[in-house]
């Protein structure tokens, strides 16, 4: 589907309110891959976050006459996206499922016959991806809106219920938290290296 045809998410949410319900089909082909995006950053499973997207989009469906239009459906839908994935976390009890157990070393990623500077790029990558994993879904969640989505601090007040300056603050720890996890890795692999 090209921007051409698609005729904006209001349309789609009358015509399926109206009882046109197959066309529920066009928001989620056009809302799908960042849904499931937010899901993954939060989880760390592509099982779960398909698992994740798929209820959102079924949450979503069943309220669609609840949508109040005050703010854009993408917005709405993340905030039952963002829920719906901070809940499946919490309730799996295991902690964090990391994506790795360990970042890869910097050496790994010059062994694939990458040059220095993607080497170091790709080992920078891991460890983020390493230290996102090790902190808390919520603190996920903030850091993959912010960094990742690139939504304004307004949008993600309203998608997490947090108010905006409580939200600087919490993204704030959220990268502080980030940094130190990142930092106790690689002196880990300073001592290891020796």
Not at 33 to 49: K, M, Q, V
């Amino acid at each position: 589907m090209t921007g051409m045809d698609y005729k904006g998410d209001i349309f789609y949410i009358d015509q399926v309110t109206a009882g046109k319900v197959n066309l529920f089909s066009f928001l989620v082909d056009r809302h799908k891959d960042n849904t499931y995006n937010l899901a993954f950053r939060i989880c760390g499973s592509h099982e779960e976050a398909e698992e994740i997207t798929q209820d959102a989009f079924l949450k979503a469906f069943r309220s669609l006459k609840s949508f109040r239009k005050k703010s854009s459906f993408g917005t709405w839908l993340y905030r039952i996206v963002y829920n719906t994935a901070i809940s499946f976390v919490r309730s799996r009890k295991q902690g964090v499922l990391a994506l790795e157990d360990f970042p890869a070393d910097f050496a790994d990623f010059l062994a694939e016959n990458l040059n220095e500077e993607e080497a170091e790029n790709e080992y920078r990558n891991s460890l983020i991806n390493f230290a996102l994993q090790k902190i808390s879904e919520d603190e996920r969640g903030l850091i993959t809106l912010y960094y990742y989505d690139e939504l304004s601090s307004e949008e993600i007040s309203e998608i997490t219920g947090i108010s905006k300056s409580n939200f600087k603050v919490k993204l704030f720890r959220a990268r502080q938290h980030m940094i130190q996890i990142i930092e106790k890795e690689e002196k880990k692999k300073m001592i290891y290296h020796e």
